[in-house]
């Protein structure tokens, strides 16, 4: 019963709890941030940007998992690619980037015309670790747009 009920449960919104579960270690320390519908909501309703709005209108979520630790983040970059494979394969590799010691894959999976499920993982050249991924209905130049906008510290009510 629990092999057919698992499949079900993993979506991208949920890479964060298993990530969390399954890879987080207490003496390697991790940033964990989760934005619901309640907080896109009210941060459509507080800025002046129309295509941010229209953007947090059509999210249901966004979660992000952080780390500062050089070692720390290439070690989670390893083991994040790892559980994508082992347990998400029912997402494709948009993009890959390796380049001037940074890395970056986005995992996609499509849920019909109204929702998409995306995983960013990325390991910058300074070795910071960004796991990010939203769920919702994906305008990708809107949701690169909303990216800068957060990683700039945009204040949204």
Do not use: H
């Amino acid at each position: 019963m629990f092999s057919f009920l698992l499949p079900g449960a993993l979506f991208a919104d949920n890479f964060v709890s298993v990530f969390m579960e399954r890879c987080a270690e207490d003496e390697r320390p991790l940033s964990n941030i989760n934005i619901g519908r309640t907080m896109l909501d009210k941060m459509a309703a507080n800025t002046d940007d129309e295509e941010l709005k229209n953007t947090f209108k059509e999210l249901n979520s966004i979660r992000m998992i952080n780390s500062d630790n050089v070692e720390d983040s290439k070690y989670y970059f390893k083991k994040a690619n790892e559980l994508i494979k082992e347990s998400f394969y029912d997402y494709d590799e948009a993009v890959s980037v390796s380049e001037m010691g940074s890395k970056i894959s986005v995992w996609v999976k499509r849920q019909g015309e109204e929702r998409q499920d995306l995983i960013l993982i990325a390991l910058d050249n300074d070795g910071k670790l960004s796991i990010i991924t939203v769920s919702g209905k994906i305008d990708f130049n809107s949701i690169s747009k909303l990216s800068g906008s957060l990683r700039n510290g945009q204040q949204f009510p």
